[in-house]
């Protein structure tokens, strides 16, 4: 294979303060150094390198686009203004990086991540916010006949979770930003008792702060012990109870991951498994894109699109599933299924189904008297 050399150089800020090298190759195509790619995803750029020799993360294999495996490309680079002209570096492509950075985000949504992982989850899940919203302002702007600073606009939306809740109105009664049990239950609205209930499973997650009586006493409370609690730690806890509020900033903080991820991931990894040995040589893909949108199981050669919904499909925003639905039956077949559904129920409907048609195989309230559907049973 021709080895690219990178022939456009530019320093890339997509987070304020996070500056990454940044190259455009003889091909075309946009690519990231090593270093700059895992200081954007908040990753030791070691786990990178890692990645480059070793293959993909295990946790992340089932939430990664097939054949992205070996991605790390090494290129020369002869942009004359940058400080590696002359040296061969490796680089990642832009689809590898969204792929990456969809993968960290799913998984974390799927709470799939180990502790030491969550930062990058989050990280990750902040910059698909961001990078979705930069696209669409600027497509409206410059189909508008306006010019605009990408880089600039994709700092804008970046959302800090804790910015967010305290433009939700929290606020911390104990100085430098501690918050207490109180001022926590408040903004959510919920009973101590449930607060006490969720710490306690969290415990190893979320450490209190034993405030001094001095402290205690600078907010008007006459407790002899209380606790507080650091803002990050507010933000696990508010993004991890399904109250009103928490529902709220769920939304704006995971976007399509809190409309679309499933619950029952794990499940549906199964079912990766269960269709990759039924439609082997049929050109089987994995969260295809279908324009705007991501598929959970595209057949090419067949031009079918399945979609695995679990209970949280009586959630979804109707309006944009029919938009969805609408641009996929155009061109494709679709069949939604739950993933309780046996295969022959699953494969009647595949018989049944041609473009500019929806086959739907699961009846939400008939599904929640069922027994569970144990795919590993299957004998394929």
Known sequence: MKERKAVYYGQVELIPGIISDGYVLDDDTAVMGIIGTAELLSVHYKALQNIATKGIPKVLEPFIDKGLNNATKTVTVVAPNSHHKGRKINVYDSLFIESLIRAYAFALASDKLRK?????????????????????????????????????????????????????????????????????????????????????????????????????????????RMNGYQLDDVTKIALGMDSVIGIKLKKQVFGQIGSFANPNTSVEVQWREVLSNVFQGFDLHFNYPIGPYKVDFFVAKLMLVLECNGYCHRYYDETEEKVREKLITQKYSLVRFHHKINLETLFNGILQAKPGKMIKLYDLEKLGQQMPFDINTLNL
């Open 116 to 224: 030491a992982q969550h930062h990058i989850g989050k990280r990750c899940v902040f910059l698909m916010g961001s990078l979705v919203r930069t696209a669409l302002e600027v497509a409206i702007k410059e189909a508008c006949g306006l010019s605009t600073n990408i880089q600039q606009t994709a700092q804008q939306n970046y959302i800090d979770a804790v910015k967010l809740i305290k433009d939700f109105g929290f606020t911390c009664s104990a100085p430098n930003d501690i918050a207490t049990k109180k001022d926590i239950t408040q903004f959510l609205n919920i009973p101590q008792s449930t607060l006490n209930s969720f710490l306690r499973k969290h415990k190893n997650e979320i450490q209190p702060i034993q405030l001094d009586s001095a402290t205690i006493r600078s907010f008007g409370s006459k407790a002899s």
